[in-house]
């Protein structure tokens, strides 16, 4: 379960980071899952903040699970 959460961590993490770059440099084929949901138009700066959140949340989930043994 540890090595999931952390798998799933990297990827949130990765897109994440990917969608910043892209809606900082302006490119509008830009990569990743934020510029494939078109409900997410408009709106791709804060849920790339929340996928970088959420990674690190998965990140310390894992390592909860990691100390408590499991």
């Known amino acids: 379960?540890?090595?999931f959460?952390?798998?799933l961590g990297v990827i949130a993490l990765v897109q994440g980071v990917g969608g910043?770059?892209?809606a900082a440099s302006g490119r509008s084929g830009g990569?990743?899952?934020v510029r494939?949901?078109?409900f997410l138009d408009g709106y791709e700066?804060?849920?790339s903040?929340?996928?970088i959140v959420?990674?690190?949340a998965l990140f310390a989930a894992a390592e909860s699970r990691k100390k408590s043994g499991g």
Do not use: F
């Open 31 to 33: 990569w990743g899952l």
């Open 20 to 22: 910043l770059v892209s």
């Open 1 to 3: 379960m540890k090595q």
């Open 45 to 47: 700066i804060y849920a």
């Open 54 to 56: 959420l990674s690190l």
């Open 36 to 38: 494939l949901l078109d």
């Open 49 to 51: 903040v929340t996928l």
């Open 5 to 7: 959460l952390e798998l």
